[in-house]
């Protein structure tokens, strides 16, 4: 932080800077119309503008390009030497519900049951949970909150990383989540048989099947009576889905779940569709490519799932599929609120075959793509949803620091508990001595 | 199947083992312990061959071997015209004979894990095998009938289960057996479970601490003898003294090392604390080669080998060859051979090794021996595995090991060479006592010869309360068979599960409904021609006798 | 016939292969033309590395390369120090002797797995040292050992770092109470009775050691025939770590349990202790500097349990600038295959420099292992452990290409198979999947304790 205003130079950018030093210590973000002067804009949809401006007001980017008058009344912010890009999205988090990992009071996303689709993630994500500005001041303005645990554990949705009510924090996206049923273990703790995991395998998917065929006959039944089949909230949760109108976001990382959930996509013929993890999609990213469902995958820094499989497996898995025809956005899914590494995944991605482009992509416009808000997310274009962010350089790289998030047009202060401590303990007073 | 009719549950609630008269079957002695087995092939030792022969057996020792032997008046005679005379074998080590104690699946929160005492802790040196034999334990039978003679064994248990003896084969009482008593104090470097030492560096460090309280005590112990006068009186602790022949180099550690990095602690302990080792059980023995050579550590390898693989993956992948699946079943397949060749590998690097039994299913013995023979292992090779260096190693080469005067009459005795597929042990003698295995009882496998099911049966199931019958049904299904069982006191058919037919033998499950509780009968025996043998088990109401034959109309 | 000397061969062939790799252990590698990252002696363009049987014998431009010797052309490259994790629990096959608040007397490398596929994956991230731990679930936990990832042997020996310092884990905060508070109904179920724990352990090892000094002293004298005292390995090992035989690594979290330590160390005259993790060093780091005690840290890990909560990914920056000697660790087998990129992250947290971050998994952690004088930078003299990296080792293009133990190419990324298991298993199905997203979270460092907890896969944490 401190850090970095020794990189500001000139009178004018240092009384900035001492003002926005007062503003950094009020957690408040403020909203109102901002002008960044003298950007650099990588668009992600419309290419990279040199020396351009982006206008936000009313929430909104207003304008974005290099010839673009100024509002009058706009706070002009000179960004000479930075770069303005759309808020980053992270595909799969518990972001909001969850506080502490370890301590079960503190953990939401999973609820009791096998068959629990109508247990909402927004309303249980937490607008002041700690991790949003650890987070957010990363440049992570929107993360999908998912629910985990058993085969239908809940129904995700994407929220921005601002907002004081699940209201105000909504950004457009509810899908509901499938634990396809695995065939692989689930960790080096896992101590079944194969066969062991095999059965269970196969006692989850006929329980699958049993579940959808109630939901087809909900549907008809309920479509009979104009609505009136009856209070059925698991079934009334799979209705959209059943319909097509809202997605099913299909967890499968195994080679072999993800044919058979491909199978079972098809049999169903379920309309909207996500497949999420795929951590071996790229044993069959030809099939994922030609049945055109996209993919959320990730985390990307993780090990290889098969003893044999080649050391960088994981962090190519991305680039692999994407490179087969595969729509992919990519996901954190960190168990230690470190939603802020997104930036870190994608450059892994990038460095192991999915080139940097593209790996920007499927951390904004994609998963913007893929949850349908696209309209309102993922690029820096005029009338989208002002969720920017603004760096010193290379989002990906390590070195760079984020100058400027804003969220819904808001300016977030670039406050958070590890910073406020950063701040009380660099240099501790009092120190040895009392 | 429901049953309808109560007096069947009171029928097989009767069906517990019946007091009174228990039939004891005890053989007679026989008339003469002196044999004389005729014009035979001698193999007197790996490599040395008589034929036409005679060995003379007297009184529990070979007393004559050789061309022109004349018979003995008391002997009996045994034609050996086509038969083949082996020393019996000997196996480093064994669980043989050994009572197992009931397993106790604690999975209990222990109470101040860190303390446990010895014995919680699998601390049990000082244990004695021969208080653990069961003569009648049918692994001893089934072991002889392979031609195994002597075994070490040892107790059941891990980390330090107790003291190894050296035993016959020959099914007599524990003392009659044992024929070297504390032969070495035996471990396995594996924890017990929830309580100190609850790991492998637990174990190791409670072994070496242990072992150097053990000296430290034996030492003063020394001390103390010497003159008591003055001195505190040392505390006797049995587990400790345990260690003392060890200490004193007078008896060898024997660890068991069936997991691949097993042996490498073996080496560090040795190489720490200075004892005599045997390692037994080896699997993977051949990526230590080299550091095995070193040491001088006496080996014996495992008997137990995978499974061969069967030939059916080819069938699903045949529309892409998988180059990565096809790498991987290499990459296994080079695994397997090297299990397989482990025995030629140590030959070549010039180990020398006998075979230990201890996670060898008796059944599969002779087929992983010819593997390991078609790996490279020489029948000689293998024969003196199994004879002369088990005899060398175990400090018995003046005893047995060899098929030459003076040594003990353990012999084992086979129609056609040891290692020809189509050998088979006729006799076997341990200590003297004879052996005889009748030829071929059950139909090999697989050999064509596979009987025929198919049809409607009459079964007819002994029990006390007197028989009952039962009408079960078979029918081809493809490569296997479904069917069903009715009658008696079952009204409707029940399907039978499991049936399973390898060669003759055949088994097959079904389940019946009393009063709600489930009992699942099994049925098994052997098929001839038409007719049927075995026994039907009725879960805890007990075991009976069952025949059945072939309905000539179906 | 055929068949069988063909299974000769490849016996024989097998058994060589394994003898080469276990003898050569030692190499040499000429490096040509890279920019190398010396961390001791900065940064030097366009400069050959020399290795020889091993060791670095020369640094310089234009240097010839022994006959024999591998040559790596390294122009556009950077040449690194191979990286050191000081907080591993790969390569072992037990952990966490985790049944007595006191386990001092067990060593992690009586249980050293050469084979874990995990060593190569580590390689592949440039890493060629690490501290193999024992677990977390003890005040007092074991013994450690320092590795150097010679993947490609199965002799367990072949990994050991001869003559590395002897260390030792301690543990303090939830862990232990849990396990033995929690778990068993015994102290320490408070970090009150953690403490009395060690300052116990630490009195009885003293009173054990007057024991036996008395006991060697008596035995001196002409005649004596006295009852040697009792013979404990536990107080044994104790009793070296108040010789300062012994370097402690003390897993800790929060600031009041790391000041507890350090006061501890103080009154038994412990000079060399190194806080592992220590999420919240950065609250206490006057102390720690003044005691001279080290840190070993998450770049940015936090809230997976309450005595994480508050922790900050600036920790590592605040610990630096206070002068303590810092480095960054993994606890994980994933995250300790991108050291460097852990590193970096110093950089945004804080804004460390390039020499300082690249301290932080080079010479940093050579100094809290103690093996700074051998391995941890580019220098003459020290051991031929070498990471080559496509593009700069802190940026997120970071792109290991090879990595060298003792001359050794132990990963070489355009040639090295996709399959690197050393062992397989004949008995295994070919095609096992481990869908490792569930291992996230989970704590190694408290593994073989899950029966106290129930089954771990109904938590996560």
């Given amino acids: 932080m401190k850090k970095s205003f020794q990189l500001l130079t000139g009178l004018t950018v240092a009384l900035v800077c001492v003002w926005t030093i007062t503003l950094a210590q009020s957690p408040k973000a403020r909203t109102g119309t901002f002008a960044f002067t003298h950007a650099t804009i990588v668009t992600v949809t419309q290419g990279t503008i040199s020396n351009g401006t982006v206008v936000v007001a009313g929430g909104k980017i207003v304008a974005a390009g290099t010839n673009v008058s100024i509002p009058a009344g706009a706070e002009v912010i000179d960004c000479t030497g930075l770069s303005i890009y759309p808020g980053m999205i992270d595909a799969g988090t518990r972001i909001g519900l969850t506080e502490v990992g370890s301590d079960p009071r503190t953990v939401d996303f999973n609820e009791i049951g096998d068959v629990v689709p109508q247990m909402r993630a927004l309303s249980a994500v937490n607008p002041n949970a700690t991790a949003i500005p650890v987070n957010r001041i990363a440049g992570i303005t929107s993360a999908l909150a998912a629910p985990d645990g058993g085969l239908f554990p809940g129904t995700a949705a994407l929220v921005n990383l601002h907002g004081y009510t699940s209201d105000q924090m909504y950004a457009g996206f509810e899908g509901v989540v499938l634990n396809f049923p695995a065939s692989g273990k689930r960790g080096f703790w896992d101590r079944r048989t194969d066969e062991e995991v095999k059965k269970a395998a196969e006692k989850s998917l006929k329980q699958l099947n049993d579940v959808w065929t109630k939901a087809l006959e909900y549907h008809k039944l309920d479509s009979a009576t104009h609505g009136k089949a009856g209070y059925y909230p698991e079934l009334q949760a799979l209705l959209p889905v059943v319909r097509g109108q809202v997605a099913l976001l299909v967890e499968c990382n195994a080679e072999a779940d993800i044919k058979a959930a491909l199978k079972w996509i098809a049999d169903k013929h379920i309309a909207k569709v996500v497949l999420t993890g795929v951590a071996e999609g790229w044993r069959v990213a030809g099939e994922i490519a030609k049945a055109k469902i996209p993919v959320i995958t990730g985390p990307v820094l993780a090990i290889p799932s098969r003893e044999y499989d080649r050391y960088d497996k994981a962090y190519a898995n991305a680039g692999l599929m994407q490179k087969a025809g595969v729509v992919v956005a990519l996901r954190t899914r960190d168990s230690n609120t470190n939603y802020r590494n997104l930036p870190y995944h994608a450059g892994f991605a990038a460095t192991y075959g999915m080139g940097r482009d593209e790996a920007l992509r499927a951390i904004t416009i994609v998963p913007a793509q893929i949850f349908g808000v696209a309209d309102r997310l993922g690029s820096v274009e005029a009338g989208k949803e002002a969720n920017i962010f603004i760096t010193d350089g290379d989002p990906f790289e390590t070195k760079t620091q984020v100058r400027y998030v804003l969220i819904s047009g808001w300016m977030i202060p670039l406050v958070s508990r590890q910073t406020l401590m950063y701040d009380e303990f660099l240099k501790r007073e009092p120190g040895l001595q009392k | 199947m429901i049953i309808k009719h109560w007096k069947l549950l009171l029928l097989l609630i009767a069906a517990l083992p019946a007091p009174g008269i228990a039939q004891d079957e005890r053989e007679l002695p026989p008339v003469t312990r002196t044999y004389a087995i005729t014009h035979t092939t001698v193999v007197q030792a790996p490599g040395r061959k008589i034929e036409g022969a005679t060995v003379i057996l007297k009184d529990g020792i070979i007393t004559q071997v050789g061309k022109d032997i004349p018979v003995p008046a008391d002997a009996k005679v045994i034609k050996g015209d086509s038969l083949f005379v082996y020393a019996g074998f000997i196996d480093g080590l064994s669980h043989t004979g050994v009572i197992k104690p009931k397993e106790e699946n604690n999975r209990e929160r222990p109470k101040d894990p860190g303390n446990p005492g010895y014995e919680k802790a699998g601390i049990t040196p000082q244990q004695d095998v021969r208080n653990l034999l069961n003569p009648a334990d049918k692994s001893i039978e089934e072991w002889r009938a392979l031609g195994f003679t002597v075994a070490q064994v040892v107790p059941h248990g891990v980390f330090l289960p107790g003291n190894a003896s050296i035993i016959q084969l020959g099914g007599g009482a524990p003392d009659q057996s044992v024929l070297v008593s504390n032969s070495a104090l035996y471990s396995e470097l594996v924890p017990t479970s929830n309580v100190y030492p609850s790991t492998l560096i637990g174990v190791l460090s409670k072994w070496r601490e242990l072992y150097k309280q053990a000296t430290l005590s034996h030492n003063y112990e020394q001390v103390y003898a010497s003159n008591r006068s003055g001195l505190e009186r040392p505390v006797t602790d049995r587990v400790l003294q345990a260690f003392y022949p060890v200490i004193d180099k007078k008896q060898p550690v024997l660890f068991r090392a069936d997991q691949p990095l097993d042996i490498y602690r073996v080496f560090n302990l040795q190489s720490e604390l200075q004892f005599p080792v045997i390692a037994g059980d080896l699997k993977d023995g051949s990526l230590a080669l080299q550091r095995i050579k070193a040491s001088g550590i006496k080996i014996f390898l495992s008997l137990d080998l995978p499974e061969a693989p069967k030939d059916e993956g080819k069938k699903d992948d045949k529309n892409t060859p998988d180059a990565e699946k096809q790498q991987l079943?290499?990459?296994?397949?080079?695994?397997?051979?090297?299990?397989?060749?482990?025995?030629?590998?140590?030959?070549?690097?010039?180990?020398?090794?006998?075979?230990?039994?201890?996670?060898?299913?008796?059944k599969d013995v002779m087929a992983n021996l010819r593997r390991m023979i078609a790996a490279g292992l020489s029948t000689d090779q293998a024969l003196a595995a199994l004879t002369t260096v088990p005899a060398q190693l175990l400090g018995?080469?003046?005893?047995m090991g060899t098929v030459e005067p003076g040594k003990m009459a353990n012999l084992v005795v086979t129609a056609k060479p040891l290692f020809d597929e189509k050998s088979k042990v006729r006799y076997v003698w341990v200590d003297g006592t004879m052996f005889q295995y009748q030829a071929t009882e059950v139909k090999k496998k697989d050999d064509g010869t596979k009987a025929d099911i198919q049809g409607v049966w009459s079964f007819s199931i002994d029990t006390p309360q007197g028989k009952t019958e039962n009408k079960v049904t078979f029918k081809k299904d493809g490569d296997s068979y479904t069917g069903n069982v009715v009658g008696g006191m079952i009204t409707e058919p029940v399907d039978l599960t499991d049936i399973d037919l390898d060669g003759n033998a055949l088994k097959f499950n079904f389940k019946i409904t009393i009063d709600g509780n489930t009992v699942n009968v099994s049925i098994d025996g052997k098929v001839d021609g038409t007719s049927f043998n075995g026994t039907t088990s009725a879960g805890s109401f007990g075991s009976f006798a069952t025949t059945a034959s072939k309905d000539p109309k179906f | 016939m055929r068949n069988r000397l063909y299974i000769l061969l490849t016996l024989a062939f097998g058994i060589a292969a394994?003898?080469?790799?276990?003898?050569?252990?030692?190499?040499?590698?000429v490096i040509r033309n890279g920019t190398v990252l010396t961390v001791t002696k900065g940064t030097q363009d366009k400069t050959d590395v020399l290795i020889v049987d091993g060791k670095i014998t020369q640094i310089g431009k234009g240097l010839s390369a022994p006959a024999g010797a591998r040559v790596i052309d390294a122009s556009g490259l950077f040449v690194m120090p191979g990286i050191i994790d000081p907080h591993s629990h790969i390569a072992l096959e037990d952990i966490n002797e985790a049944t007595a608040p006191v386990t001092a007397e067990v060593f992690t490398g009586d249980a050293i797995d050469p084979m874990q596929v995990m060593i190569y994956r580590a390689l592949a991230g440039g890493v060629t040292t690490i501290h193999a731990m024992h677990g977390s679930a003890n005040a007092i936990g074991g013994q450690c050992e320092t590795l150097k990832l010679r993947y490609?042997?199965?002799?367990?020996?072949?990994?050991?770092?001869?003559?590395?310092?002897?260390?030792?884990?301690?543990?303090?905060?939830?862990?232990?109470?849990?396990?033995?508070?929690?778990?068993?109904?015994?102290?320490?179920?408070?970090?009150?009775?953690?403490?009395?724990?060690?300052?116990?352990?630490?009195?009885?090892?003293?009173?054990?050691?007057?024991k036996w000094d008395k006991y060697n002293q008596d035995k001196l004298a002409k005649g004596f025939?006295?009852?040697?005292?009792?013979?404990?390995?536990?107080?044994?090992?104790?009793?070296?770590?108040?010789?300062?035989?012994?370097?402690?690594?003390?897993?800790?979290?929060?600031?009041?349990?790391?000041?507890m330590m350090l006061k501890v160390c103080k009154d038994f005259g412990i000079k060399r202790i190194v806080f592992q993790h220590a999420n919240e060093a950065?609250?206490?780091?006057?102390?720690?500097?003044?005691?001279?005690?080290?840190?070993?840290?998450?770049?940015?890990?936090?809230?997976?349990?309450?005595?994480?909560?508050?922790?900050?990914?600036?920790?590592?920056?605040?610990?630096?600038?206070n002068g303590v000697v810092t480095s960054v660790n993994s606890d994980d087998a994933e995250l300790m295959r991108h050291l460097y990129h852990e590193a970096g992250k110093t950089q945004k947290y804080g804004g460390l420099t390039d020499d300082e971050a690249m301290a932080l998994m080079t010479i940093n952690p050579a100094r809290q292992l103690g093996i700074d004088s051998r391995v941890g930078s580019?220098?003459?003299?020290?051991?031929?452990?070498?990471?080559?990296?496509?593009?700069?080792?802190?940026s997120i293009y970071a792109l290991p290409l090879y990595t060298i133990v003792d001359g050794v190419v132990r990963f070489d990324k355009d040639k090295d198979p996709d399959d690197m298991r050393l062992f397989v298993d004949p008995t295994q199905s070919t095609e096992t999947t481990v869908d490792h997203r569930y291992d996230a979270g989970v704590d190694r460092c408290m593994e073989g304790t899950d029966f106290l907890f129930g089954d771990l896969s109904t938590e996560e944490n």
């Fill in chain 3, 378 to 394: 580019i220098e003459v003299g020290k051991e031929g452990d070498v990471v080559i990296f496509k593009s700069h080792p802190l």
């Fill in chain 2, 396 to 399: 018995l080469s003046d005893r």
């Fill in chain 3, 152 to 210: 490609g042997t199965t002799d367990p020996e072949a990994l050991r770092m001869e003559g590395a310092p002897r260390t030792i884990k301690f543990a303090l905060g939830e862990n232990p109470t849990r396990v033995h508070g929690g778990g068993y109904g015994i102290v320490p179920r408070t970090r009150m009775g953690v403490e009395f724990v060690i300052r116990k352990a630490f009195s009885d090892a003293r009173d054990y050691m007057a």
């Fill in chain 3, 18 to 29: 394994v003898q080469t790799t276990a003898q050569s252990n030692r190499g040499s590698v």
């Fill in chain 2, 329 to 362: 079943e290499k990459r296994k397949k080079e695994a397997l051979d090297r299990r397989v060749g482990q025995a030629a590998a140590f030959v070549n690097a010039g180990i020398s090794f006998g075979f230990s039994g201890l996670s060898a299913k008796p």
């Fill in chain 3, 225 to 259: 025939r006295g009852a040697p005292p009792l013979y404990n390995r536990r107080l044994e090992t104790l009793a070296d770590i108040l010789r300062g035989q012994i370097i402690i690594h003390c897993h800790s979290y929060r600031a009041d349990e790391i000041n």
């Fill in chain 3, 282 to 321: 950065f609250k206490i780091a006057p102390e720690l500097a003044a005691q001279g005690a080290m840190a070993s840290v998450f770049s940015d890990w936090w809230a997976y349990k309450f005595e994480v909560y508050y922790a900050s990914a600036y920790n590592a920056a605040i610990l630096v600038r």
